[in-house]
């Protein structure tokens, strides 16, 4: 099974380069997904929706003869445009500046942090909604972003792209705060900039696997099956898929009156969510039958243990979980974190598990969204571990009652 565990981690990583919303990738990967689970006696679904794929050919910025270094930020429409410069730092300038018809230079304060994407239902900031909302009031034709070192910023992206957005339509390109500072000096000259990016339009679906007599009373598996625009997403999220996977191939012969579900999700790291959303549409008003959301991300890190926390669930499924995992020593119970599908559960009042790696931090500041996230971090074995303690736990769960 650990030999399984690496084969599956090639295909999704390095078979299919990238699994990023929108790509042939993408789709190759939700379709091995299907297909397994299937072979293991699933009934399967692939509910589609829209998208958008990007791409982008080079972006060319200069200056009274000056060239900068600059990148299109991911899902930005092109632009081939001659205007003069306009600089700004925090809120209050924005609100000041005329920019309309000019490119304008966000850097320092204002620049400080990635923006939520302007349709992102989950969690967006006011602070955030007023940048964007008086950017596009004030149309100016194109964005640079100078962008700092940010600590806290996953993967420690440097420079980071300050808008990720696919409904955001002013073009935007992101550079270092060091070219920031020499473009700088061109405030209120006229600069060209020339971005070759691309939206194409797209499709992409989840995948939901069910097996168990009872769908009114089910435990739901998510693992995010798509990656970061740039990243082979090994750890992120190969890694909970391939346990999932594992878990199928486990249940082969379930005959449970449990309702189990297994979820590729597709979204997690694309700027829409649309495999989120479309989960949530579908399951409108049914989230009371789940009793039980859990969901795998970033797990199987080659450092430290694999790591589970739990989100209100009650006092006899807590037992349930804590009893079957107990029996593994290389899972803990670790800290709370937010910051994935888990979200979803938590919203809609589903008790929910999460499962993740002992190490996640270091993990998230190096590694996650960046090319070196490949299966070498992966530790195989941890996948395993995973799988026959889901095992386990589903098994209790079947014959709770
Ligand atoms: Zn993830």
Redesign the pocket.
């Known amino acids: 099974m650990i030999a399984r565990a690496d084969n599956y981690l090639q295909k999704l990583c390095v078979e299919i380069p990238s699994r990023r919303v929108g790509s042939a990738g993408n789709r190759a990967a939700t379709d091995f997904f299907a297909a397994r689970v299937a072979s293991f006696g699933f009934h399967v679904e692939t509910p589609t929706f829209e998208c958008i794929d990007w791409e982008c050919d080079g972006v060319r910025l200069s200056a009274n003869g000056a060239a900068f270094d600059a990148f299109a930020s991911p899902y930005s429409l092109g632009c081939r445009v001659s205007a003069p410069l306009v600089a700004v730092s925090t809120v209050e300038e924005l609100e000041a500046a005329e920019i309309s018809g000019a490119v304008v230079l966000l850097r320092g304060e204002i620049a400080k942090e990635q923006l939520m994407p302007k349709n992102f239902a989950f969690y967006n900031p006011d602070e955030h909604k007023q940048i964007i909302a008086l950017l596009e009031a004030k149309k100016p034709r194109a964005i640079i972003a100078a962008t700092t070192r940010n600590p806290d910023l996953v993967g420690a992206m440097y420079p980071f792209a300050l808008i990720e957005d696919g409904d955001f339509d002013i073009p935007s390109v992101f550079m270092t705060e060091d070219e920031g500072a020499r473009l700088a000096r061109y405030v209120g000259k006229l600069i060209s900039l020339e971005s070759r990016a691309a939206r194409i339009p797209s499709s992409g679906c989840n995948v939901i696997a069910r097996k168990g007599a009872r769908q009114d009373r089910r435990v739901v598996l998510f693992a ?1 099956i798509d990656a970061h625009i740039g990243s082979p997403g090994a750890s ?2 190969a890694s909970g898929v391939v346990a999932l996977l594992l878990l199928a191939e486990l249940l082969a012969d379930y005959r449970g009156d449990l309702g189990i579900e297994i979820v590729a999700m597709n979204g ?2 694309y700027y829409a969510a649309s495999g989120e959303n479309q989960y949530v549409a579908r399951n409108a008003g049914k989230f009371d039958e789940i009793v039980l959301g859990i969901n795998l ?2 797990i199987g890190y080659h450092k430290g243990a694999v790591a589970y926390s739990l989100y209100d669930c009650p006092a006899e499924i807590a037992r349930a979980i804590r009893n079957a995992f107990s029996a593994h020593s290389d899972l803990i119970e670790g800290p709370q974190w937010y910051q ?1 599908d888990h979200g979803l559960f938590l919203m809609n009042q589903v008790p929910a598990l999460a499962i993740s790696s002992e190490n996640l931090a270091e993990l998230m500041g190096e590694i996650t969204h960046t090319p070196k996230d490949r299966p070498e971090i992966v530790d195989a074995t941890k996948l395993v571990t995973a799988a026959t303690a889901l095992r386990d736990l589903l098994s209790r769960l079947n014959h709770a009652r």
């Open positions: 995010h992120d999220n997690e790291d991300d970033d994935s």
